[in-house]
């Protein structure tokens, strides 16, 4: 698919199937992008919508299927975007919070491979089934260890509000939890004594894998 130059063209991406529950539309919204009046839309389409499927239909799809409804709060960046972005946070402006480019490569910048030349997706989501579950006191680790034994992520980082938390799809999975909630910091990563094994005691009651 070549680089959208149209409506039609860009109304023709947004309506790609990335799996069974998503389209292609849904992963491109951006406050920066709408407030800012800057196009968030992909230079390399058909890369997009390839890592766009993996992150569907491997991770966001199981989590539905297996805890209902989940929200979409940013996804796909173009480089255009999550540069100006960037450029924001380095000025200490309120509200953006995008790393560099070359940092997000294969992460949010879904339509560029990263320095070793993997490609990757991340999408921020926010689970109601879980943030109702939190805001009543459940520990943020109870869905992030869920996922940990169950699904082939790359990366997860959460967030105190909603406990929203990014999730990423990559070629090379690094298999990573870090949280801006406390305990902040990493969680684990490969090489942490805490990274095998059954973590099921952190999670009693949630549903299996649908």
């Not at 450029?87 to 339509?111: L, M, P, R, V």
Request: proline share 7%; aromatic share 12%.
């Amino acid at each position: 698919m070549r680089p959208p130059t149209s409506v039609s063209m860009l109304d023709e991406l947004g309506r790609v199937q990335l799996s069974k529950s998503f389209i292609m539309r849904e992963f491109l919204y951006s406050e920066v992008a709408n407030f800012h009046g800057i196009p968030n839309i992909p230079d390399d389409p058909d890369l997009a919508i390839k890592v766009g499927m993996h992150l569907c239909e491997e991770l966001l799809e199981p989590l539905q299927a297996t805890f209902g409804k989940i929200v979409i709060r940013s996804a796909l960046r173009s480089c255009e975007v999550n540069g100006f972005c960037n450029q924001q946070q380095k000025a200490k402006k309120k509200g953006y919070t995008c790393a560099s480019n070359e940092a997000s490569f294969a992460g949010h910048i879904w339509d560029r491979r990263d320095a070793h030349g993997h490609a990757g997706a991340t999408a921020c989501i926010v689970i109601p089934w879980f943030a109702e579950r939190y805001e009543n006191g459940e520990d943020w680790r109870a869905l992030a260890w869920w996922i940990h034994d169950r699904l082939p992520y790359s990366q997860l980082y959460f967030f105190p509000r909603k406990a929203a938390f990014n999730i990423s799809w990559h070629e090379h999975p690094k298999t990573s939890i870090n949280s801006y909630v406390e305990p902040k910091g990493c969680l684990t990563k490969p090489g942490m004594p805490n990274h095998s094994g059954d973590h099921a005691g952190w999670y009693p009651g949630f549903p299996e894998l649908d």
